[in-house]
């Protein structure tokens, strides 16, 4: 057994903690805030990121090393069943997204889709409306109903959400899958009436609505699985709530460079103010 002095020990129980320790300390600190104040989700990337947009800077490793010391890390998505009900119609409409799910500004593409969770009351219905260019929720609803109620709820919410800040949607692409609710009546003319174009993917494949499917996959395990069971429609209605506010205005998301989607969407409307004082900052969307 190795040999101490008493005064080594001593010494070394009275010195005071070093810079390092110190720093690592304060920084564990904000790195705790940070990830629980984001559903407990973020992962080494976006805590990493987060912890610069608020102005404390530090090296990716670092936060590597201390989330796991703390035994923090990101959520990990599962696999969802698909749940689309194909509509017993035949539907002609177009498939004019054919997988690709990119768009040049705001309002150009939407899309749309459904899914189900289970609470202790019985299942709620969740209808999603998502815009392509910033992957911002611009229209949700939860229902107990499982037919076009919930969805067309989310479309007028979408509608109306970028009615009222002066946004047009005349034509802008809207694409779901060949569920029943997309099919009826109500949702195809509401659409028309808004001066919106539907396209639909090929019936039960989720790569033609794959965006739709990623923010499922997001949802159900950033909050259906981490804050879970849920009691009734009131208790998730609440929650999902919160949840879309958080998601627009503050989680970061990785397709649109680590910002929120309100952030992005702003930014974008900010450099096309700027272009017609005289400043070519984006290009044409003609």
């Given at each position: 057994m190795?040999q101490?002095?008493?005064?080594t020990?001593y010494a070394a129980?009275?010195?005071?903690p070093?810079?390092r320790?110190r720093?690592?300390e304060?920084t564990?600190e904000?790195?705790h805030?940070v990830h629980?104040?984001?559903?407990?989700v973020y992962?080494?990337r976006?805590?990493h990121?987060e912890l610069d947009r608020q102005?404390?800077?530090v090296?990716?490793?670092?936060?590597?090393?201390?989330?796991k010391?703390a035994?923090?890390?990101?959520?990990?998505?599962?696999?969802?069943?698909?749940?689309?009900v194909?509509?017993p119609?035949?539907d002609?409409?177009p498939?004019?997204?054919e997988?690709?799910?990119?768009?040049d500004a705001?309002?150009r593409?939407?899309?749309?889709d459904?899914?189900?969770i289970r609470?202790?009351?019985?299942w709620v219905c969740?209808a999603?409306?998502?815009?392509?260019?910033s992957?911002?929720?611009?229209?949700?609803?939860?229902?107990k109903?499982?037919?076009?109620?919930?969805a067309?709820d989310a479309l007028e919410?979408?509608?109306?959400?970028?009615?009222?800040?002066g946004?047009?949607?005349d034509?802008?692409?809207?694409?779901s899958d060949r569920?029943v609710?997309?099919?009826?009546?109500?949702?195809?003319?509401?659409l028309?009436?808004?001066g919106?174009?539907?396209s639909?993917?090929?019936t039960?494949?989720s790569?033609d609505?794959a965006?739709?499917?990623?923010?499922?996959s997001?949802?159900?395990?950033?909050?259906v699985r981490?804050?879970?069971?849920?009691r009734?429609?009131d208790?998730?209605?609440?929650?999902v709530?919160?949840y879309v506010?958080?998601?627009n205005?503050r989680r970061?998301?990785?397709?649109i460079?680590l910002?929120?989607p309100?952030?992005?969407?702003?930014s974008f409307y900010?450099?096309?103010v700027?272009?017609?004082?005289g400043?070519a900052?984006v290009?044409?969307?003609?």
């Amino acid at each position: 057994m190795l040999q101490v002095a008493p005064s080594t020990y001593y010494a070394a129980k009275s010195r005071a903690p070093s810079l390092r320790s110190r720093t690592d300390e304060a920084t564990t600190e904000k790195i705790h805030t940070v990830h629980a104040d984001n559903y407990g989700v973020y992962g080494v990337r976006k805590v990493h990121a987060e912890l610069d947009r608020q102005g404390h800077r530090v090296a990716r490793c670092t936060v590597h090393r201390l989330m796991k010391r703390a035994g923090l890390r990101g959520i990990t998505r599962g696999k969802s069943p698909r749940t689309t009900v194909p509509g017993p119609a035949p539907d002609t409409r177009p498939d004019l997204v054919e997988r690709s799910f990119s768009a040049d500004a705001p309002n150009r593409l939407w899309v749309a889709d459904i899914t189900y969770i289970r609470t202790f009351a019985g299942w709620v219905c969740a209808a999603f409306v998502i815009d392509v260019f910033s992957r911002r929720v611009v229209g949700w609803q939860v229902s107990k109903s499982l037919r076009a109620g919930p969805a067309l709820d989310a479309l007028e919410m979408a509608v109306w959400n970028r009615a009222h800040v002066g946004r047009r949607i005349d034509g802008l692409v809207h694409h779901s899958d060949r569920g029943v609710q997309y099919l009826a009546v109500r949702y195809t003319q509401r659409l028309a009436e808004a001066g919106a174009v539907a396209s639909v993917g090929t019936t039960g494949d989720s790569c033609d609505n794959a965006l739709a499917e990623a923010f499922h996959s997001l949802f159900k395990a950033e909050l259906v699985r981490n804050r879970g069971p849920w009691r009734n429609l009131d208790h998730l209605e609440i929650a999902v709530a919160e949840y879309v506010d958080w998601f627009n205005h503050r989680r970061l998301h990785g397709e649109i460079g680590l910002v929120p989607p309100s952030e992005f969407e702003d930014s974008f409307y900010g450099q096309r103010v700027g272009s017609t004082e005289g400043e070519a900052l984006v290009p044409s969307l003609q």
